[in-house]
Nanobody, 118 residues
């Protein structure tokens, strides 16, 4: 599967952005999806994940209550709604897909830059 992330940009602290990640192919609903972020020189950090049906989600403590992950299997797309953004949310955000509920992600998108100004 190929993943194309979009929706990043520059926003002031306290603002909102919605990231999208569109997948190619006809088997999107068979993948568990996740969002990660990474700053230059730092390790990639988990942000959120969602099950194949969208019925279960899980978040990093740093974004819990501010970010919401969702998916539309009919549109082959996973979303990340980001509210109450903080300067420390500035990163490149990546979407990823895997075949299993746990373990390594098999496919990665190209990343979209999110910059939050103070």
């Amino acid at each position: 599967v190929q993943l194309q992330a979009s929706g990043g940009g520059l926003v002031q602290a306290g603002g909102s952005l919605r990231l999208s990640c569109e997948a190619s192919g006809r088997t999107f609903s068979s993948y568990y999806m996740g969002w990660f972020r990474q700053a230059p020189g730092k390790e990639r950090e988990f942000v959120a994940r969602i099950t194949r049906s969208g019925g279960s989600t899980y978040y990093a403590d740093s974004v819990k209550g501010r970010f919401t992950i969702g998916r539309d299997n009919g549109k082959n797309t996973v979303y990340l709604q980001m509210n109450s953004l903080k300067p420390e949310d500035t990163d490149v955000y990546y979407c990823a897909a895997r075949h299993t509920l746990y373990g390594e992600y098999d496919y990665w998108g190209q990343g979209t830059q999110v910059t939050v100004s103070s």
